[in-house]
């Protein structure tokens, strides 16, 4: 497949209004997480509450992305999108105007921004449609690499609330996305080929389908563990190394730079080799460097570059996962996104939490860490018995 023949068989503005819009929206749905050092010290929270309060969003994006993911198939992408990106942008601005005063209350504004996270469901099944079998991996890890969005939160938000106040960035974050929204208005266009309107008890038929859970269950492990990590990693970096809130996004970005940058190169291996080699590796690299890093290593520096191994895992992880839905789903992919989505959420909602109950009840990150470890092991187990009983869509390359 050439870069020639990619660009001729979709709509390249589509392609870049999707990712654009995922990419921003990605950058708010997490945008507690580079603040939480900053909130937690002038709202008093502890390590548990800590947790709980980068998780929200993840947990609230999970579930609204099966109800957007509905809502995609039900008036179209474009305009899915639309409705979503106006709710968060009205709920950032109401929070940023009535401002955020206890832990309750952030709690409501990670609701909001569960919203943010939900876009995951409008934007691969905008790019989806457009491209045919053979080029899913590539466009769907295009349209997905917006969860380098990450890495502006991670780098610029702990600056901007150092000087303007963390509660002031909350409003800031309303101006890129109205950026995005206009972008999005005159760019994104649905593709020509749409499914036919189903009834409601049509769309969750796909739940009866075994490959829908195993590809959930996969999911659950490389999108739960990149998002999870990518909310967890300023407040590990600050409690375990002592770093700033300001360096802490600094050590936090180039983990999660690294993990969303390779998720169209995830796309496009598995595209190549089959989705299930290219996850069998990811499963058995991302378990080796989390266990590494449960063992506390002295220098920041074996930290870092641990967990940028991890995260390069993990983020080829999601574009392969997302290579082999397609293949199985094309007609239902935006429910099937939705719910994919939504098992990633609940994987990130599961790490980011009980991170934060780990280092609450024993001082520790490490059983957190491990216990994720393992999950990955098992997500691996799980993946081959599936391949050997011929159980997984496989696509092309070797495993045709």
């Given at each position: 497949?050439?870069?020639?023949?990619?660009?001729?068989?979709?709509?390249?503005?589509?392609?870049?209004?999707?990712?654009?819009?995922?990419?921003?929206?990605?950058?708010?749905?997490?945008?507690?997480?580079?603040?939480?050092?900053?909130?937690?010290?002038?709202?008093?929270?502890?390590?548990?509450?800590?947790?709980?309060?980068?998780?929200?969003?993840?947990?609230?994006?999970?579930?609204?992305?099966?109800?957007?993911?509905?809502?995609?198939?039900?008036?179209?992408?474009?305009?899915?999108?639309?409705?979503?990106?106006?709710?968060?942008?009205?709920?950032l601005i109401a929070a940023w105007f009535l401002g955020v005063h206890n832990f309750g209350e952030t709690l409501l504004l990670g609701c909001?921004?569960?919203?943010?996270?939900?876009?995951?469901?409008?934007?691969?099944?905008?790019?989806?449609?457009?491209?045919?079998?053979?080029?899913?991996?590539?466009?769907?890890?295009?349209?997905?690499?917006?969860?380098?969005?990450?890495?502006?939160?991670?780098?610029?938000?702990?600056?901007?609330?150092?000087?303007?106040?963390w509660i002031n960035v909350i409003g800031m974050a309303a101006l890129p996305l109205s950026v995005a929204l206009l972008v999005f208005i005159?760019?994104?266009?649905?593709?020509?080929?749409?499914?036919?309107?189903?009834?409601?008890?049509?769309?969750?038929?796909?739940?009866?389908?075994?490959?829908?859970?195993?590809?959930?269950?996969?999911?659950?492990?490389?999108?739960?563990?990149?998002?999870?990590?990518?909310?967890?990693?300023?407040?590990?970096?600050?409690?375990?190394?002592?770093?700033?809130?300001?360096?802490?996004?600094?050590?936090?970005?180039?983990?999660?730079?690294?993990?969303?940058?390779?998720?169209?190169?995830?796309?496009?291996?598995?595209?190549?080799?089959?989705?299930?080699?290219?996850?069998?590796?990811?499963?058995?690299?991302?378990?080796?460097?989390?266990?590494?890093?449960?063992?506390?290593?002295?220098?920041?520096?074996?930290?870092?570059?641990?967990?940028?191994?991890?995260?390069?895992?993990?983020?080829?992880?999601?574009?392969?996962?997302?290579?082999?839905?397609?293949?199985?789903?094309?007609?239902?992919?935006?429910?099937?996104?939705?719910?994919?989505?939504?098992?990633?959420?609940?994987?990130?909602?599961?790490?980011?939490?009980?991170?934060?109950?780990?280092?609450?009840?024993?001082?520790?990150?490490?059983?957190?860490?491990?216990?994720?470890?393992?999950?990955?092991?098992?997500?691996?187990?799980?993946?081959?018995?599936?391949?050997?009983?011929?159980?997984?869509?496989?696509?092309?390359?070797?495993?045709?």
């Amino acid at each position: 497949m050439s870069l020639k023949s990619f660009m001729k068989a979709g709509d390249p503005p589509t392609l870049f209004s999707a990712f654009l819009y995922f990419d921003l929206s990605f950058m708010t749905w997490v945008l507690l997480a580079p603040l939480a050092v900053l909130i937690g010290k002038d709202l008093h929270l502890d390590p548990a509450h800590k947790g709980l309060m980068v998780a929200t969003p993840v947990l609230a994006g999970a579930f609204l992305r099966v109800v957007v993911g509905v809502l995609v198939d039900y008036v179209k992408p474009r305009t899915a999108g639309l409705i979503c990106q106006v709710i968060v942008i009205a709920g950032l601005i109401a929070a940023w105007f009535l401002g955020v005063h206890n832990f309750g209350e952030t709690l409501l504004l990670g609701c909001v921004l569960g919203m943010a996270g939900a876009s995951f469901a409008v934007a691969l099944p905008l790019a989806s449609r457009w491209y045919p079998p053979e080029q899913q991996g590539l466009a769907l890890g295009i349209a997905g690499a917006g969860n380098s969005g990450t890495v502006l939160a991670s780098l610029f938000a702990p600056a901007l609330a150092v000087k303007f106040g963390w509660i002031n960035v909350i409003g800031m974050a309303a101006l890129p996305l109205s950026v995005a929204l206009l972008v999005f208005i005159f760019l994104a266009k649905d593709g020509p080929v749409q499914p036919a309107p189903k009834t409601w008890s049509q769309y969750f038929n796909v739940v009866r389908v075994p490959q829908a859970w195993l590809y959930m269950g996969l999911y659950s492990v490389t999108f739960g563990g990149f998002v999870g990590l990518t909310s967890s990693l300023p407040t590990f970096f600050h409690a375990e190394y002592g770093l700033s809130p300001v360096i802490a996004g600094f050590a936090t970005s180039a983990c999660v730079f690294a993990g969303s940058m390779v998720r169209p190169v995830g796309g496009a291996v598995a595209d190549r080799f089959g989705g299930v080699k290219t996850l069998s590796m990811v499963f058995m690299v991302a378990a080796a460097a989390l266990a590494l890093v449960s063992l506390a290593p002295g220098a920041v520096a074996i930290a870092v570059t641990l967990l940028i191994a991890g995260m390069l895992a993990l983020g080829m992880g999601n574009g392969a996962v997302f290579q082999l839905v397609p293949q199985r789903f094309g007609d239902e992919m935006g429910v099937m996104t939705g719910l994919v989505g939504m098992t990633g959420g609940v994987g990130g909602f599961y790490l980011a939490s009980s991170l934060g109950f780990s280092k609450q009840l024993t001082g520790s990150y490490q059983a957190g860490l491990l216990i994720f470890a393992a999950l990955a092991l098992i997500a691996l187990a799980v993946l081959t018995l599936a391949s050997r009983r011929r159980d997984v869509s496989i696509a092309v390359g070797a495993e045709a």
